[in-house]
């Protein structure tokens, strides 16, 4: 068994690579997998999710615990998770992974996969609300499938948000601007919500004509990131028709109150990527991938994770994951 440690992740996790696997993992594998809807336990201070993904096909096992925590400390510490990657013959693991970078960066690539086959061609601004993880991660990865001229971000501390833009810039080589949030929902031609509030971040009648939308912050029923206006303005698709009906709060609550309805959800990334049920149709449709988390994401990332370990093993030279 081996033992990777976050740095391990960090080095050896390539988005580049990444996003074309998680792309064929809801091409071709997707039908073959099997991904009981997530467990909640509700914690005395956060939420404890359980995530198990099996592929008959591909012979792929493995599951994802994660520890939301409400109130940490350190802003770092909001959410924890670890990965075990299973031998599908004996049950033992096969891989442990520290999996904080590891879901970051998979949401990330997802976001990616659905902003690849949603956004306009000539999209050249990205905007992001939030600047914590996810946020750091959608910069980074999104620029792979766009040729983004600048990335607008915006937060709830001005201070924090300009140092994040500033920090944003020197990693990525472009410019990033720390804007309010109604110039970020107003001037982005891809617009990613990272964030963990609890109600809607801008007001949808800003967004101009062609934006895409990657909403991926809520994951819970009562907690929404897009507002009415934006939810009825916009053209949908979501990871998984179960995830999305149990989890995805920023469509269940417009659901309930008659916003829109249960066919307004007009893909799944299956289907979307499979191109079985068209979404943008014109140029100046607005389009929303609403993401909640896929089991099948994180089995994707841990088996390019383990076929990376398995690389190094022969080399004595190379540098070595820690692993025990």
């Known amino acids: 068994m081996h033992v990777l440690t976050e740095a391990d992740v960090h080095r050896l996790l390539d988005p580049r690579a990444l996003i074309p696997a998680i792309e064929d993992g809801f091409r071709s594998r997707y039908p073959s997998t099997v991904m009981p809807t997530r ?24 599951m994802k615990l994660v520890k939301f925590n409400e109130d940490p400390r350190l802003a770092e510490d909001r959410i924890q998770a670890t990965y075990i990657l299973l031998d599908i013959e004996s049950g033992c693991a096969k891989l442990v992974i520290p999996a904080n970078w590891l879901t970051d960066l998979r949401t990330a690539a997802t976001s990616a996969v659905a902003t690849k086959f949603l956004a306009r061609p000539d999209a050249r601004v990205l905007g992001v609300f939030g600047t914590g993880r996810q946020a750091r991660a959608h910069l980074h990865v999104l620029r792979h499938v766009r040729s983004f001229e600048r990335a607008l971000v915006t937060g709830k501390d001005p201070a924090r948000t300009r140092d994040f833009a500033q920090q944003m810039q020197s990693e990525l080589g472009m410019k990033v601007e720390a804007v309010y949030s109604r110039t970020c929902a107003a001037e982005s031609d ?25 909403a991926v912050g809520a994951f819970q029923p009562s907690t929404r990131e897009l507002d009415d206006v934006t939810i009825r303005r916009s053209r949908i698709v979501v990871d998984t028709y179960d995830g999305a009906m149990a989890e995805a ?64 093993e022969p080399s004595k030279t190379a540098p070595q994951p820690s692993i025990s």
């Open 39 to 62: 467990t909640q336990m509700k914690l005395h201070d956060g939420v404890f999710l359980i995530m198990p993904c099996y592929d008959c096909a591909g012979k792929g096992l493995g």
């Open 190 to 214: 891809v617009l990613c919500t990272c964030t963990t509030s609890k109600t809607p971040l801008f007001d949808g009648n800003m967004l101009r004509k062609g934006t895409h939308i990657n």
């Open 249 to 312: 709060g920023d469509l269940l609550i417009p659901l309930k109150a008659g916003v829109i309805r249960r066919e307004n959800l007009l893909a799944d990334l299956h289907e979307l990527i499979t191109a079985k049920r068209p979404v943008r149709t014109s140029p100046a449709e607005i389009t929303l991938f609403k993401s909640v988390g896929n089991a099948l994401e994180d089995l994707v990332g841990a088996e390019l994770l383990e076929e990376a370990v398995l690389a190094l």
